[in-house]
């Protein structure tokens, strides 16, 4: 196999770490930080969002969301995310990933910006415009994840490929932390300017009319780091693989690679030509069904699975911790301090469970392989979401105990499921299959969070009527939706078994590309052979 792969191919499969791995980290993972900073941000805001817009000063709590609003204006990013996913994900297949790549960046800030400035007569005219541009917000970071998986698994050693991939999601942990702390220093900021007493002492005042600047400086701040890399997202030459293996280039491929690569590279225009006659399968063929399609199933399964209870706890941080009282009650505060209230503790889980978690698995992926995380991840979550169920009691006498073992699901998500479910499908499937295959995937994956998001809102709820938040049914309480919760991660763990390890193989190896070009040489072999796993 070795002799038909392309020797441009082969020196990036062998290329030692160097500046250029450190640089695609950096421009692709920026994507990721704005990502994360986005979708989970407005998990910041929501309960301010209902104070300024749905207080009812005849009644004794400050006002929420309603039921509709809350569940549009969580899952209205999701749904232009899976949209994004899917769109981008084809086109980066088809036009080549770097044609696509500043479109989605310009999008995110666009949008960002546009989120900030939403505007309307009525809460309701706020609320429409405010989902609208996060609608388009998420069809620009649902772009990224395929297109700026592929490029890094496409750029990257095999030696190293699951880490540097796993850096670049591992910004994501960035993100989350960096929306709360600002959130915490514009909430502090405005805290101090303008003084209101708690609701309970004041329902008027209580919530200052300046604290409508806050959510939307929050929401556009996320345009800012998402600016400052797309002049060098753009200055990224193609992916080899996509220039050589899909647009049948081998002189630019060669050209390209031998600037970042910083050696000379022979063009070998005859392996393309080999490689890519006898691979040419698309993705609705019983041959892609025959050597792809358990790996594309088990991919987005594990991805929808895993987005459920990811989303569910991340976006909804808030409701359990107020619900074990380690938030003080909403008429205890005025409004823009229980904006600083929410963004620390967010921002605290952030930093003790998620950021480490993430950082685990950019260390250990390329020792221990993907496989074995990921199942260990989908294991422990749901060991701990089972402890944390089966005792709710207990814990609602011991914060610090609940914070620790909560902390822990969000741990072994990150150095778990959340990362491979984003590493795997940019290294299993062919290189011009790879970028749609990875959209379908994390389209999946959106797919549970619009469930888990929405889902949340409502089974979370207390089955007491007079305890849930106005405008609910009464739910499942946040007991028997964290066995839930729980339940779907031991599915992950099943469903994993479908997906193959990828560690230490080159991309064309995994994928059977080069096989296909051994089978040329040998006429039937071709159709005989099966992806080695």
């Keep these: 196999m070795a002799n038909n792969q392309l020797g441009v191919l082969n020196a990036l499969d062998a290329a030692k770490t160097q500046w250029y791995h450190f640089t695609a980290i950096v421009i692709a993972g920026m994507g990721f930080f704005t990502d994360a900073y986005d979708l989970f941000g407005i998990s910041l805001i929501t309960k301010l969002l209902g104070r300024i817009y749905y ?163 929050i929401l556009m701040f996320g345009a800012v780091p998402a600016l400052l890399t797309y002049y060098w997202r753009m200055k990224m030459p193609e992916t080899a693989r996509y220039t050589a293996l899909v647009a049948r280039n081998a002189k630019q491929a060669a050209s390209d690679m031998s600037k970042v690569l910083q050696v000379e590279l022979e063009a070998e225009e005859e392996k393309v030509e080999t490689a890519s006659s006898s691979n040419s399968f698309g993705l609705f063929t019983k041959e892609f069904a025959r050597r792809h399609g358990l790996h594309l199933l088990g991919t987005s399964v594990c991805w929808f699975l895993l987005d459920i209870a990811y989303y569910s706890n991340n976006l909804f941080q808030k409701d359990i911790f107020t619900a074990i009282g380690w938030l003080p009650k909403a008429a205890t505060m005025n409004a823009i301090h229980e904006v600083y209230r929410v963004a620390a503790s967010q921002s605290l889980i952030a930093l003790c469970g998620t950021i480490p978690g993430y950082w685990f698995t950019v260390a250990l992926i390329d020792y221990i392989g993907r496989f074995t995380i990921q199942l260990m991840g989908f294991f422990f979550m749901t060991v701990f979401m089972f402890a944390l169920a089966i005792p709710y009691h207990h814990w609602l006498s011991n914060n610090a105990g609940f914070l620790i073992m909560y902390s822990l699901t969000f741990f072994f998500a990150n150095f778990g499921p959340n990362a491979t479910t984003f590493v795997v499908p940019a290294e299993i499937f062919p290189a011009r299959l790879r970028s749609t295959c990875h959209g379908i995937s994390a389209a999946a994956g959106k797919l549970g969070a619009i469930v888990g998001a929405l889902g949340f809102l409502y089974a979370a709820q207390s089955t007491n009527p007079e305890e849930t938040d106005q405008g609910y049914p009464p739910g499942i309480g946040v007991k028997n939706t964290l066995l839930v919760l729980g339940s779907i991660n031991c599915l992950g763990i099943f469903f994993t078994l479908l997906v193959p390890e990828s560690k230490g193989k080159s991309l064309e190896e995994l994928t059977g590309e080069n096989e296909e070009a051994d089978g040329n040489d040998k006429q039937q072999a071709s159709s005989t052979q099966t992806l080695p796993v």
């Design 55 to 217: 207080t009812n000063e005849n009644h004794p709590k400050p006002g929420t969301l309603p039921p509709n609003v809350a569940a549009a204006v969580n899952g209205t990013a999701f749904v232009g995310t899976l949209a994004g996913q899917l769109f981008f994900g084809w086109l980066g297949d088809k036009l080549g990933r770097k044609r696509v790549y500043g479109l989605t960046l310009m999008l995110m800030v666009v949008c960002s910006i546009a989120s900030g400035l939403s505007f309307g007569k009525s809460p309701a005219g706020v609320m429409t415009t405010l989902c609208f541009f996060r609608f388009w917000l998420g069809f620009g970071i649902g772009g990224d994840y395929p297109l700026s998986a592929t490029i890094m698994s496409e750029y990257a050693n095999k030696k190293t490929r699951g880490a540097f991939i796993a850096a670049v999601f591992a910004m994501q942990g960035f993100g989350i932390l960096t929306g709360g702390i600002v959130a915490l220093i514009v909430s502090a900021s405005f805290d101090h300017a303008y003084k209101a007493p708690p609701y309970s002492v004041n329902r008027k005042d209580s919530t200052a009319p300046e604290a409508d600047y806050i959510w939307r400086i």
